[in-house]
């Protein structure tokens, strides 16, 4: 990489430096202007932008196309998780009856039916200690 940096610094100061440098330079010049101002030269350019527009239109009715399917996908998507939540919600508003016997026993003595006891002893007896 230094190598390279050194050959680019040394002809950019030939070219810039020299008599001869600087006619080479302005030869250059020149001949890439009637190149780029050749009619052939023109009409491949033309041709080049117009491929280019061509593309860029078929891409953008692409990703247009995607971005109404995505839309339409999410939209869907959206209604069918609110028919869900609203669902699970009346399941759940359904399911807070408890189908244990022993919950009115429990409640009885301030016992949590929801905490797992001891299956050998009946629920009325656990709980907190009344006195």
Do not use: C
């Amino acid at each position: 990489m230094r190598w390279f940096t050194l050959a680019v610094g040394a002809a950019a100061g030939y070219l810039l430096g020299s008599a001869e440098g600087r006619q080479n330079l302005q030869k250059m010049t020149q001949n890439a202007q009637t190149l780029w101002n050749d009619p052939k030269t023109q009409e491949k350019v033309g041709q080049a932008k117009e491929n280019a527009r061509a593309v860029a239109s078929d891409a953008k009715d692409k990703t247009q196309e995607k971005a109404a399917e995505v839309k339409a996908k999410a939209d869907e998507k959206k209604e069918s998780d609110v028919t869900e939540n609203d669902v699970m919600k009346n399941q759940k508003d359904e399911t807070t009856v408890s189908n244990n016997e022993n919950v009115p026993a429990a409640n009885a003595t301030g016992a949590d039916p929801d905490i797992i006891s001891d299956p050998s002893t009946a629920l009325g007896d656990e709980g907190p200690a009344h006195a």
